[in-house]
């Protein structure tokens, strides 16, 4: 069954401002990635949040996770046209192994 | 030096047929995957192995048969090819089988069948 759910599935907005995506999960889990697809591409991993970490920073991106409802954001901010891409979540349950759970995506068009 | 690599780039094949898609990876990890995203881009796995182990067996239909000659090549072979098999498929490797891992991705095979 699918894991992630994705909110909204599709944003378009101008560059310079900032763009927050949602994942929604069912299960306990132990982290909570995000990845990133430019089209016709694959996917690149863009940051790793753990079960007990509430918020965390890389570069541009600002990740949050609330477990206790099961949901986390991805903020982008000061967006650039270079960031128009499919954003998913994946959820890493503590017994599923290497078995990541994709969310559907978010399509997030940045407007120059 | 692409980290990892699947070829062809496009398969366009009619119902029936019997193709294959090949995976390599230069990352020098020991696990590999394939997972299949459709036409809503939902990204499902399929497979996975760790040291050439089949470590992950999704429910697939057995006529898609993965192989793993080393830890830096993962194929999927497919028989009898049906409409609904069209669909990018994506290789992904990680180093271990954590829960931790991080998924590197090829890009993509775009399989379409007539």
């Known amino acids: 069954s699918q894991q992630g759910e994705e909110d909204p599935q599709a944003l378009s907005i101008q560059e310079g401002e900032n763009a927050t995506m949602n994942c929604s999960y069912k299960?306990?889990?132990?982290?909570l990635q995000w990845y990133r697809q430019n089209s016709g591409r694959g996917l690149v991993h863009l940051i790793l949040?753990?079960?007990?970490?509430r918020e965390k920073h890389s570069g541009r991106l600002r990740v949050t996770l609330d477990t206790s409802k099961k949901s986390s954001s991805l903020l982008i901010t000061a967006s650039r046209a270079a960031d128009t891409a499919s954003y998913f979540c994946?959820?890493?349950?503590?017994?599923?192994?290497?078995?990541?759970?994709f969310g559907e995506g978010t399509q997030l068009t940045v407007n120059p | 030096d692409t980290a990892v690599s699947q070829t062809p780039k496009y398969l366009v094949t009619q119902m029936g047929n019997d193709k294959s898609i090949k995976c390599e990876q230069n990352?020098?990890?020991?696990?590999m995957y394939w997972y299949k995203q459709d036409s809503k881009k939902f990204l499902k796995i399929m497979f996975s192995?760790?040291?050439?182990?089949?470590?992950i067996n999704e429910t697939v239909p057995n006529r898609f048969s993965p192989k793993s000659p080393d830890k830096a090549h993962l194929n999927l072979h497919i028989n009898s090819l049906e409409l609904g098999d069209s669909a990018v498929y994506f290789c992904?490797?990680?180093?271990?089988?954590?829960?931790?891992?991080?998924?590197?991705f090829g890009s993509g095979t775009q399989l379409s069948v007539l």
């Open positions: 192995y760790n040291n050439k182990e089949l470590i």
């Open positions: 299960t306990s889990i132990n982290n």
């Open positions: 990352l020098g990890h020991d696990t």
């Open positions: 992904a490797s990680s180093q271990g089988t954590g829960v931790r891992l991080k998924l590197f």
């Open positions: 994946a959820t890493a349950q503590e017994t599923s192994g290497s078995r990541l759970t």
């Open positions: 949040i753990r079960s007990n970490e």
